[in-house]
Structures are given as structure tokens and as C-alpha cells.
């Protein structure tokens, strides 16, 4: 069901962990499934120069968080709050549709660690509010499915 | 690669001998049971013949067994076949939260259609209380149907009680067994049942076929129309192959019964000790002696479960979980919900089911490798790491 893409990024995730004394972190949980994800951001002259994440979910979410940290690693603070949660989930060649869904906690959480460093650095904080992610590109819920 | 298959209540492998009777009623004695020619005859005494080792697998009479297309037809006919056939009597029906979505849609349906039903409790454990069964009853009720035994996490329902319970009140009563034949001693009269229902595809049998047990005098309307098969319970032409494919299973579950038990019982234990070994944290789900002997249902706190069985795929392993995650509609097991299990320990679930062919040796394969999955996907978790810091 899932991608060669999905299944290398779940079975060799990048950039697990979390980063001590983080310049900026973002936790979200998603109110789908009840999964959770924490992204810490390290910043240097406005770009990320290191990211990691904890996930608690599934293969789609372990995968997700993956490429979204490997999507904004070295970019500047403004490409990657534009990194959305469509971008990921094509990264990895598409997700299935019932897990739509779980690509959405990747980009929300990224983007919550770059607010969370913006208002950090209050000078910067007007700036923050300019960041508002690419808006109407969140996924709704794709429902469907039996059981066994 | 090792291969483990420990996903049995979901299905069984098709037994050697079960596949040669299916064969030949493919090959050679393939007529049509109603037919009066040899052809016929043929295929008639083939399905005579199973429907008498089904009735001696549960202790029924041969006339009192209706083969349907499966679990799922057996109970559906079970069900609507008493709402349509006792409509006029009463509107109400008494069944559990933990059942079967065979039963439980079923239920549902009927609810559509106008009639009424209660979906009882059950406790911690997924048991059922008699008492609340009592209670539930009025004057109106006209079938209460609770599951012999739990398919995800094994819990064995009290089931000669509620049936007491039901004649004393004259309610017709039906059970689930899909899970419980071959597992636990039924028989329909010492249990007191007036329907029960199973399946071949659990016993080592083939897909696509099942039985209603249909106690004598118990009426029931149809849910197929046609020709005069199955004494006008469930027109169409016999599925054959699969009917005498079922014939087999049954005759097999009921000689091997003894050794099959014990066998699932020792490797169920052992797996589920190779396991607490080596993971901690871990949690069992389900009544710890009330439960079937191939079932164990378990809790890895703070992993998800499709991540932990997709791991367990890639090493060979085939297990099944109750987390959100992994359901269609994202939501957990009903069941586990039902139990009052949190929803993110039911996140964790797992459901491993030993079948004839698990070894010693799987269950050490099976311990070792999901420790180094929970310690990889735990390593990975904000909960784990959360909790230890
Ligand atoms: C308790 C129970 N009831 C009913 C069924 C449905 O049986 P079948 O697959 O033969 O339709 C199953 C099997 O999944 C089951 O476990
Ligand atoms: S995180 Fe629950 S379905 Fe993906």
C-alpha cells in the first residue's frame, strides 16, 4: 500500500532525535488519529542548519517527518515555512489516500518550530506573522475502508 | 527469510486432507447435489456427509446445520432471518459491544429499519455480565446474540449462563462461535443455544463457507430466495468443494481437538513469555485465563502499532493491531474502546494468534525480533523519550 519511497524513508528514517537546547520546537498532535510529533530546529543566519524529529504514529507518519526534515535541512527560514503538506507527501511519491492525512502533522510541525524561533527572537516576531505557511493546502480527512 | 504467521484468527492455511476431499469434488464427483441421477447422488452423499461431521463437531442434529456462505452470512441470517420472522412478537434485540462488526452492522441495520437494540457493556476484560443481559430483557426482546469468544482479544463470554438466562425468558438466543469452535468444547446443548455460527476458513478450512446451527423448531425467514435447498433455509446450488472442504475441517478440529488445544495454549504461553522478556512496558489485553488458547493480545505503551507491523512484516512476521492507525474508518478496535483500554494504549496493540504450525522456536524468532522493533520505534517515540528523561 505504501510507496518504495514511504517504505525507505520508514525503514531508514533521516534526522531522528532531538536537538538539546533547540533554537526553535514544534509538537502537534494530529486530532485524526491521536498520533504526535515533535520537531526541533537549530537556526544560523536564517536557515536551519539542523532539524530533528520524534514521531509517534504510523509507517505514513514516521515517513512524513523523515522527508520533511531531509526537504528543509539548509534552506532559509522562508522557503521552508513554504514547504507544504502536499510538496511532502509527492516527495515520497504520494501517500494512500486514508493517509492524507499524517502528512499534515510533518508540515504543521515544522512550521510551528519556525513560529516558535521567531517569537523567540522578538525583533523578528512581525516577521512571523508574514509566515503563514501556504494557507487552504491542508488535507482533509480521506475516510474509507473495511475491517477485518 | 523466516516466515511467521501468527495472524490465524484473521485465517487459517487450507489443512492437506481438506484440499484432497475439496479436490475430488471438483474432479471427479462435481454433479449437482439435486440432481437424481448418479452424478447427483454423488455429490449429494458428499455434502450428507459433511453436514453429519459439522453436527458432530458441536453436538447437533445433521438436520439442525444450514450451510451458508460464511461467518458473516450465518450470523446476518441468524439475525435478520429472527427480526423478519418474529417482527409481530417484538422490536428488540440484545446484543454486545465487543461483537463481530458481522453482528454489530447487522444490528445496526436492523435499528434502520425500525427496530430497537441494546448494546451491552462489558468489562475491563471484554466480558459480558449476565446479569446485565437479565436485565435487558423486556417484553418486546426478541433475540440477544453474544459472541462464544472475542476475536481480537480472546475473551471467552459466559455463554451457557446468558442462554439459561434467555430460555428462562423465553428470548431466542444466537452465538458467534466463528472463533470459538476448534478452540473450546461446544456443544449446543450442553451451552443451551438456539443458533451459532461458524466458519471453515478458522478451522483449517476453505474460505467462503460456514455453517448455521439451527435448532429443531427454531423458525427463521430466509435471507435468500429460490430453489429448495437446505431444507428452504438458503436457496442456491451447494457449494460443494467447499461444503465437504468444511465437512473435513470440522471432522479433523474435532479428533486432533486435545493436541491442537494444548499445542496453542504452550506456544501462546511461551510466545507471550519470550515477549515480557524482552520488551518492557508491555501490557496484556483480554481476560487473563478467559481466553481463547491461541490468543494473545498485547500492548507495546508508547508505539504505534502499523509502524510496530510493518516492522514485523519485514522480518517475516504477521501479526494484526486495533490501533487507529491501522482501521479504516481511524478510529481504534471498538473492542479495545468498549474494554475502556485508553486510546493510546489501544494505539499499541498487538494481536498475535498461534495456529498448528507455530514452533518453540518462532516464539524466540517472534520475542527477539519485536524487542529490537520497540526499542528502534521507542528510541524514535516523544512519549518514550518523554517518559524516561
Ligand atoms: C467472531 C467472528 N465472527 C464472524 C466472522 C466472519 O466470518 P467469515 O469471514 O467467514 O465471513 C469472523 C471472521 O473474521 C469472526 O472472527
Ligand atoms: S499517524 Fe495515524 S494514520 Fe498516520
Given at each position: 500500500m505504501y510507496s518504495q519511497k514511504v517504505m525507505e524513508h520508514f525503514t531508514n528514517p533521516?534526522?531522528v ?38 514521531t509517534?504514529g504510523c509507517g505514513a507518519a514516521i515517513a512524513?517527518?523523515s ?25 515520497l511519491d504520494?501517500?494512500p489516500?486514508?493517509k ?45 475502508g473495511?475491517s477485518r | 527469510m523466516r516466515r511467521v504467521y501468527l495472524d490465524h484468527a484473521a485465517t487459517t492455511p487450507v489443512h492437506p486432507?481438506v484440499v ?131 476475536n481480537e482479544v480472546g ?24 472463533q ?21 476458513h478458522k478451522i483449517y478450512g476453505p474460505k ?52 491442537r488445544?494444548?499445542h496453542y495454549r504452550r506456544v501462546r504461553d511461551l510466545l507471550w513469555e519470550r515477549i515480557r522478556e524482552r520488551v518492557p512496558?508491555v501490557?496484556l489485553n ?6 481463547l488458547p491461541n490468543n494473545l493480545n498485547l500492548s507495546v505503551l508508547y508505539v504505534e502499532g502499523e509502524s510496530m507491523l510493518l516492522n514485523l512484516d519485514m522480518k517475516g512476521i504477521a501479526a494484526s493491531s486495533g490501533s487507529?492507525c491501522t482501521s ?5 478496535s ?13 494505539h499499541g496493540s498487538l494481536r498475535m494468534t498461534v495456529g498448528v504450525s507455530t514452533t518453540e522456536e518462532d516464539t524466540a524468532y517472534v520475542g527477539e525480533s519485536l524487542g529490537e522493533i520497540v526499542d528502534r520505534l521507542r528510541a524514535m517515540s ?8
Amino acid at each position: 500500500m505504501y510507496s518504495q519511497k514511504v517504505m525507505e524513508h520508514f525503514t531508514n528514517p533521516r534526522n531522528v532525535g532531538e536537538i538539546p537546547d533547540p533554537d526553535g520546537v514544534g509538537t502537534v498532535g494530529n486530532p485524526v488519529c491521536g498520533d504526535l510529533m515533535k520537531i526541533t530546529i537549530r537556526v544560523k543566519d536564517n536557515r536551519i542548519e539542523d532539524i530533528k524529529f520524534l514521531t509517534f504514529g504510523c509507517g505514513a507518519a514516521i515517513a512524513t517527518s523523515s522527508m520533511v526534515t531531509e526537504l528543509v535541512k539548509g534552506k532559509t527560514l522562508e522557503e521552508a515555512m513554504q514547504v507544504t503538506n502536499r510538496a511532502v507527501a509527492e516527495a515520497l511519491d504520494g501517500l494512500p489516500p486514508i493517509k492524507m492525512h499524517c502528512s499534515n502533522l510533518a508540515a504543521d510541525a515544522l512550521h510551528e518550530a519556525i513560529k516558535d524561533y521567531l517569537s523567540r527572537n522578538d525583533g523578528r516576531k512581525a516577521a512571523g506573522e508574514t509566515y503563514e505557511g501556504a494557507p487552504g493546502d491542508r488535507e482533509v480527512d480521506e475516510r474509507g475502508g473495511g475491517s477485518r | 527469510m523466516r516466515r511467521v504467521y501468527l495472524d490465524h484468527a484473521a485465517t487459517t492455511p487450507v489443512h492437506p486432507e481438506v484440499v484432497e476431499v475439496m479436490r475430488h469434488y471438483m474432479l471427479q464427483d462435481w454433479g449437482n447435489p439435486s440432481s437424481i441421477h448418479s452424478f447427483g447422488r454423488e455429490a449429494r452423499a458428499g455434502v450428507d456427509e459433511a453436514r453429519a461431521k459439522v453436527a458432530a463437531l458441536i453436538g447437533a442434529d445433521p438436520e439442525e446445520i444450514v450451510f451458508t456462505g460464511g461467518g458473516t452470512e450465518a450470523d446476518n441470517m441468524a439475525i435478520k432471518g429472527t427480526a423478519w420472522e418474529l417482527r409481530n412478537k417484538g422490536d428488540h434485540i440484545i446484543t454486545s459491544a465487543v461483537e463481530h462488526h458481522a453482528v454489530l452492522h447487522t444490528v445496526e441495520w436492523l435499528e434502520k429499519q425500525g427496530f430497537r437494540a441494546t448494546y451491552l457493556p462489558v468489562d475491563e476484560y471484554g466480558m459480558v455480565d449476565p446479569g446485565d443481559v437479565e436485565r435487558a430483557i423486556t417484553s418486546s426482546t426478541i433475540l440477544v446474540s453474544i459472541m462464544a469468544a472475542n476475536n481480537e482479544v480472546g475473551t471467552v463470554q459466559p455463554v451457557a449462563e446468558i442462554a439459561r438466562i434467555c430460555r428462562e425468558k423465553g428470548v431466542r438466543f444466537h452465538t458467534d462461535a466463528v472463533q470459538a469452535v476448534g478452540q473450546l468444547p461446544i456443544d449446543v446443548h450442553a451451552l443451551g443455544v438456539d443458533l451459532l455460527s461458524l466458519s471453515a476458513h478458522k478451522i483449517y478450512g476453505p474460505k467462503g463457507v460456514g455453517v448455521l446451527y439451527v435448532r429443531r423448531g427454531v423458525r427463521l425467514t430466509p435471507l435468500l430466495h429460490g430453489g429448495a435447498h437446505e431444507r428452504k433455509r438458503r436457496a442456491g446450488t451447494e457449494g460443494v468443494p467447499g461444503i465437504v472442504g468444511l465437512g473435513k475441517a470440522a471432522e479433523l478440529a474435532r479428533l486432533q481437538f486435545d493436541q491442537r488445544v494444548e499445542h496453542y495454549r504452550r506456544v501462546r504461553d511461551l510466545l507471550w513469555e519470550r515477549i515480557r522478556e524482552r520488551v518492557p512496558e508491555v501490557r496484556l489485553n483480554g481476560h487473563p485465563t478467559e481466553r481463547l488458547p491461541n490468543n494473545l493480545n498485547l500492548s507495546v505503551l508508547y508505539v504505534e502499532g502499523e509502524s510496530m507491523l510493518l516492522n514485523l512484516d519485514m522480518k517475516g512476521i504477521a501479526a494484526s493491531s486495533g490501533s487507529a492507525c491501522t482501521s479504516g474508518s481511524l478510529e481504534p478496535s471498538h473492542v479495545l474502546l468498549a474494554m475502556g483500554i485508553p486510546h493510546e494504549v489501544a494505539h499499541g496493540s498487538l494481536r498475535m494468534t498461534v495456529g498448528v504450525s507455530t514452533t518453540e522456536e518462532d516464539t524466540a524468532y517472534v520475542g527477539e525480533s519485536l524487542g529490537e522493533i520497540v526499542d528502534r520505534l521507542r528510541a524514535m517515540s516523544p512519549l518514550w523519550n518523554a517518559r524516561v528523561r
